[in-house]
Nanobody, 112 residues
Framework: QVQPVESGGGSVQTGGSLRLSCTAP????????MAWYRQAAGKERELVSL???????KYVESVKGRFTISEDQAKDEVYLQMNSLKPEDTAMYFC??????WGQGTQVTVSS
């Protein structure tokens, strides 16, 4: 079992930056795809970005050019650097490991 744990959320103003971290021991040895999802109040959970061990990276259109996913395979950690944040980025952000395991989420709030 791979249990992801997120950290790094918080409150920022429009245009600010945050870096989310996800620690997921074992994801590299299990050859897992790692992903970040978010869920805003009253909305469905959506895929924000994903990364594979072979280096395939994808982003939802709304964050392209502003968010960057990366990983440190030696540490079994995945990151989401979020720049130029907008109020519509406000959501609970979840790390998703191996297309199966969810973290508890970390709140990101962007004020105008």
């Amino acid at each position: 079992q791979v249990q992801p744990v997120e950290s790094g959320g918080g409150s920022v103003q429009t245009g600010g930056s945050l870096r989310l971290s996800c620690t997921a021991p074992g994801y590299t040895s299990n050859n897992c795809v790692m992903a970040w999802y978010r869920q805003a109040a009253g909305k469905e959970r959506e895929l924000v970005s994903l990364i594979t061990l072979s280096g395939v990276i994808k982003y939802v259109e709304s964050v392209k050019g502003r968010f960057t996913i990366s990983e440190d395979q030696a540490k079994d950690e995945v990151y989401l650097q979020m720049n130029s944040l907008k109020p519509e980025d406000t959501a609970m952000y979840f790390c998703h490991a191996c297309a199966r395991y969810w973290g508890q989420g970390t709140q990101v709030t962007v004020s105008s």
